[in-house]
């Protein structure tokens, strides 16, 4: 197969990514304004527990510069804020709780909401702390809600190389393996067998150590 073959073939599967990337995120952008939505109208009625559980969800379905995602943190604030103003605890541990599920969820190689992850976890360590309790029971609330048992970020790109090795064995396999004529190259099936066990090596040390 030649060069220019393998180009437009290369040129045809980016353009496809671009294309699902772009539909997407525009199905995520839609349901993020009709959740936030939902909030506002929760929220209008006095109905601040139904209003939290939607602009969770908005703020769940993140896409990078979205106003919905923007918007939905500041519903769950001032939900949370307003509710511990009112001088009703449950109401701003179910808005908090929503804060920080939704910024840990939203998480990949960075953390886009680090802000309102921190703030969530210190009003949340403020309103589980009992009345009267030592001061270092609060640092420990903290410390407990900020622990990271999360996969580390390095280790999840090892688990991502490790598939596309593989996958990239597979694929060399399929279109050199085995020539138009019927017979094996043994070159390719090497080359497929280095990159598939590659793959499957990165992968379960990915696993082993994430």
Same mark, same amino acid.
């Given at each position: ?5 393998? %180009? ?6 980016? %353009? ?7 539909? $997407?995120?525009?199905?995520?952008? +839609?349901?993020?304004? #009709? ?8 929220? *209008?009625?006095?109905?601040? +527990?139904?209003? &939290?559980?939607?602009? !969770? =969800? ?16 500041? !519903? ?11 001088? *009703? ?19 990949? &190689? ?13 009003? %949340?360590? +403020? ?8 001061? *270092? ?7 407990? $809600?900020?622990? *990271? ?21 597979? &694929? &060399?396999?399929?279109? =050199? ?9 043994? #070159? ?7 990159? #598939?066990?590659?793959?499957?090596? $990165? ?8």
């Amino acid at each position: 197969m030649s060069a220019g073959v393998w %180009l437009r073939r290369v040129a045809f599967a980016l %353009l496809l990514a671009v294309v699902a990337l772009a539909v $997407l995120t525009a199905r995520m952008m +839609r349901e993020g304004e #009709s959740a936030l939505a939902r909030s506002d109208a929760a929220f *209008d009625r006095g109905d601040l +527990r139904e209003s &939290v559980l939607h602009a !969770r =969800r908005a703020a769940t379905l993140y896409a990078p510069g979205a106003p919905h995602v923007n918007a939905a943190y500041a !519903r769950l604030t001032a939900v949370a804020v307003g509710a511990e103003a009112a001088g *009703d605890p449950d109401v701003a541990r179910l808005a908090w709780g929503a804060m920080r599920g939704a910024a840990l969820e939203t998480r990949h &190689v960075t953390t886009p909401h680090q802000a309102e992850l921190d703030r969530a976890n210190a009003a %949340l360590a +403020r309103l589980q702390t009992v009345k009267g309790a030592p001061p *270092d029971a609060r640092t420990a609330t903290l410390a407990a $809600l900020q622990k *990271d048992d999360t996969p580390r970020a390095p280790w999840v790109a090892v688990l991502g190389a490790g598939f596309a090795l593989f996958f990239a064995g597979i &694929v &060399v396999f399929v279109a =050199r393996g085995i020539t138009r004529a019927g017979r094996t190259s043994k #070159s390719a099936l090497w080359v497929s067998a280095a990159l #598939s066990a590659a793959g499957v090596v $990165l992968w379960v040390l990915a696993v082993y150590r994430a």
